[in-house]
């Protein structure tokens, strides 16, 4: 029975990716800050804070050996970069960027030494295509694609697969209120982000489900073939 670790399971594509593995018959570890066992019957679950060295170590040693990584846990930030606060620029690279480097380090030494594992990265579909406001947001899942693709040259040797896999607009999760959480507001931007709020609620084209991801990584999870960057959502899939 293989075993899956996936961080930020709280809600959104973490919680349904950790179901969709259990409905599999995987051995499910699942992450959150709070850990909340009832949402998730049949899985481990642990706690994690990824911009935290010591909890990361402690989840490893309580974790034990795994196959898969799923580096998920992630936070947004809207608003025009001159308004933005650097406090929250930097809480956004701690879990977005660093949190998954991190988790990604804490594994290899087993990955290696069993020459097996294969890590997956959630990034996002904006690094595909710019939007206004998510400056700061998109150059944090910019940043781990970037590293994705260099780390996956190191760790081909050793049989280490690495994957990306790409959401696009997801509104049915709190992903989208949790960002808005962070809004940065500048008096100059007022009308572009009026209009730009606007133009995404009135939107009608496609857009991603937590399912659309939980079926990509589950494709990066099992299919050897598959490749490094993986679009989820009908939305992605046309930026693809």
Not at 37 to 45: F, I, S, W, Y
Not at 75 to 96: C, K, S
Not at 161 to 168: D, E, K, Q, S
């Amino acid at each position: 029975m293989k075993t899956i670790l996936i961080t930020g399971c709280s809600s959104g594509f973490g919680l349904e990716t950790a179901r969709y593995f259990l409905q599999r018959d995987w051995q499910v570890i699942a992450t959150m800050r709070t850990p909340r066992a009832d949402l998730l019957p049949g899985a481990r679950v642990l706690p994690l804070d990824v911009s935290d060295a010591a909890s990361i170590e402690r989840l490893i040693a309580a974790a034990g050996p795994v196959d898969v990584l799923v580096n998920n846990a992630g936070i947004g930030m809207l608003g025009a970069l001159e308004g933005a606060d650097m406090g929250t620029a930097r809480e956004v690279f701690e879990t977005n960027t660093l949190g998954a480097i991190a988790m990604t380090q804490a594994v290899l030494p087993q990955f290696r030494q069993r020459r097996d594992g294969i890590i997956i990265n959630v990034t996002s579909a904006v690094t595909l295509k710019a939007l206004p406001l998510l400056a700061v947001y998109t150059a944090s899942k910019a940043a781990l694609d970037a590293f994705t693709e260099t780390v996956a040259l190191e760790l081909r040797p050793f049989n280490i697969r690495t994957h990306i896999v790409l959401p696009g607009r997801a509104p049915d999760t709190s992903f989208g209120a949790n960002a808005r959480d962070r809004l940065q507001t500048h008096d100059a931007y007022a009308a572009l982000t009026q209009s730009v709020f606007a133009e995404w609620a009135a939107a009608t084209e496609a857009v991603t489900q937590a399912q659309d991801v939980a079926e990509a990584i589950w494709r990066a999870a099992t299919d050897a073939a598959a490749p490094l960057r993986i679009a989820a959502g009908a939305d992605a899939l046309a930026l693809m």
